[in-house]
């Protein structure tokens, strides 16, 4: 068990452009969760997949936010056209899924930076 | 709604001190609570979780949490805090059927000498 795994774990950026990160799970958990969590907030739900399947998207993530899993394994988060509300700390979490509210594991977070 | 609340946005406690952190969650049914650290830069670690059972629950480091329902809430305590323990506390609630959690807006914990 290496635990969760973000990557990069910081990215600065210019308003307008793209960026993508990767969030590799606890092996064999089979569900993935993406949070997002501003200066002196709390972390707040934007998406989570059961496998492969996106199950719950947050009205948070707007049109120019994208995640995909495709194998079931690694996810990746999109953010097109990035705006400087988009800075803020990306967290991944994972949990198995046996039914019910599992623990959720989290990594260490992308924090991005929109210039 | 479901909610949970932390009241408490910093503490400043003396090492070698006892620790208490509020939390208050508004919930339909009973929901399953956690309580996360997060230190600066970093991502969230486990400290305990309450599913059901026993109301005082034993977590890492040397803390606990007791559920109680009559009061909506789960705080987290620690008889003797360590410098170590200075971080950002996290109280998080979630419900059978619905994946995602909810979380406080968090207590900051700072350790004086």
């Known amino acids: 068990d290496t635990g969760v795994s973000q990557d990069p774990r910081h990215k600065i950026t210019k308003r307008g452009q793209n960026v993508t990160f990767r969030c590799d799970p606890i092996s064999e958990h089979n569900r993935l969760y993406w949070y997002r969590q501003t200066l002196g907030q709390g972390p707040e739900f934007l998406t989570y997949?059961?496998?492969?399947?996106?199950?719950?998207k947050s009205r948070l993530l707007s049109d120019r936010f994208s995640a995909e899993r495709p194998k079931g394994s690694f996810s990746t988060l999109e953010i097109q056209r990035t705006e400087q509300g988009d800075s803020a700390m990306y967290l991944c979490a994972s949990s198995s899924g046996g039914g019910g509210v599992e623990t959720q594991y989290f990594g260490p977070g992308t924090r991005l930076l929109v210039l | 709604a479901q909610s949970v609340t932390q009241p408490d946005i910093h503490i400043t406690v003396s090492e070698g001190a006892s620790l208490e952190l509020r939390c208050n969650y508004s919930y339909g049914a009973t929901p399953y609570l956690f309580w996360y650290v997060q230190s600066p830069g970093q991502g969230l670690q486990l400290l305990l979780k309450?599913?059901?059972?026993?109301?005082l629950v034993q977590g890492i480091k040397g803390f606990e949490a007791e559920f109680k329902r009559s009061q909506s809430s789960f705080n987290l305590r620690k008889p003797s805090v360590h410098w170590s323990d200075a971080a950002e506390y996290f109280c998080a609630g979630g419900i059978f059927g619905n994946e995602k959690l909810t979380f406080g807006t968090g207590t900051r914990l700072t350790i004086i000498p």
């Open positions: 997949f059961q496998n492969e399947a996106q199950l719950e």
């Open positions: 309450y599913f059901s059972g026993d109301t």
